[in-house]
């Protein structure tokens, strides 16, 4: 039996699913939409952070000797977003492969490009995240009672007064994951009803103080942090079907993920190629305020500067085995 092939409407519906299936964190930022690159100069878009503040003040009881004072209202400041990644996994089979081999296409080809692409976009993920600034940190140890590590980590993102109370979650290292696991102050993680990928739910051990605890053996052993998916803006836009594609077909998920997947044919070494690819773009959003409350970077100009107050890293010693001695 030669290769087994399905339509092209059909492989694109098999790609998808078996990208986002496999994603973890990429789920655990904010999402842009494709649509909002159409048209978009430079492959960059602008978002607003930090939303409108007004001042509000005492007026005099009764009397009216003076007249009320009138405040500007403060915008929100402004960050540029750009897609600048293309992920791309390519392979070819050869006129002999096509004849003569039994290959399944589906599984064989597509989910091994599905599964590559997959893991590139976590890694982009997680190498973002090593490098954003927070504002904030505290030091603890394996041995602290993860329920006041949790009580700490949400009175200090609090002081800052940006980051939704709802939503956030932990993401842990291996090390830390045996620490917590061991204390018994997990509460049972029930995924009825959730959103995300089974990858994700998989990799949910389970929850403190209500917060989703999320665990990836691709982090350091000892990383630990607590935040929300607002911290890291990713963008996800799948390429046109050039026309010189002999089949291809785009799409995008629930979760906002979009693939392309093109087949074409190389008469120069007479093999089919086929092609999963994406393009993507990571921004972490940096909306600190200085004493007064306003935005210490309101025009762009000073983002390298600021700090990303919507999440904290949390550094933990005495990690290691948890059996006894």
């Known amino acids: ?15 998808l699913p078996l990208v986002e299936r496999e994603l973890v964190t990429p789920l655990l930022t904010q999402r842009i939409p494709q649509d909002a690159f159409k048209g978009a100069l430079g492959d960059t878009v602008t978002l607003k952070v930090g939303g409108m503040r007004a001042v ?12 009320i004072v009138l405040d500007d209202i403060q915008g929100g400041g402004k960050l ?3 897609l600048d990644t293309h992920t791309t996994s390519a392979t070819a089979l050869t006129d002999e492969q096509m004849t003569l081999d039994e290959i399944d296409f589906a599984r064989e080809v597509l989910q091994p490009q599905a599964l590559a692409v997959a893991e590139d976009l976590e890694a982009d993920v997680l190498a973002k995240w090593a490098t954003i600034p927070w504002k904030r940190s505290f030091a603890t140890t394996a041995d602290a009672d993860p329920l006041r590590v949790t ?18 979650f932990f993401l842990i290292g291996s090390d830390v994951e045996a620490a917590w696991l061991a204390s018994d102050r997990l509460s049972k993680y029930d995924s009825t009803g959730e959103t995300g990928t089974p990858a994700l739910r998989d990799a949910t051990i389970g929850r403190l103080a209500g917060s989703p605890v999320v665990v990836s053996s691709s982090l350091p052993a000892d990383f630990c942090w607590y935040g929300h998916p607002s911290a ?8 046109v079907v050039p026309t010189g594609a002999t089949a291809g077909r785009t799409a995008i998920s629930a979760n906002g993920f979009a693939v392309r997947w093109i087949q074409d044919y190389d008469p120069n070494y007479l093999r089919d190629r086929s092609v999963v690819s994406t393009f993507s773009g990571l921004t972490d959003i940096r909306d600190e305020r200085d004493a007064k409350g306003d935005l210490k970077d309101p025009t762009g100009a000073g983002y390298a500067s600021a ?4 999440g904290l890293a949390i550094t933990m010693t005495g990690l290691g085995s948890v059996l006894p001695a």
């Open 1 to 15: 039996m030669a290769v087994i092939k399905a339509k092209p409407e059909k492989f694109i519906q098999y790609v």
């Open 307 to 310: 700090k990303n107050v919507r």
């Open 151 to 168: 009580a700490e980590a949400r009175r200090q993102l609090n002081a800052d007064k940006v980051a939704p109370q709802s939503g956030r």
């Open 56 to 67: 509000a003040r005492k007026y005099e009881f009764r009397t009216r000797t003076n007249p």
């Open 80 to 82: 540029t977003f750009k």
């Open 232 to 239: 890291l803006a990713m963008a996800n836009v799948a390429p």
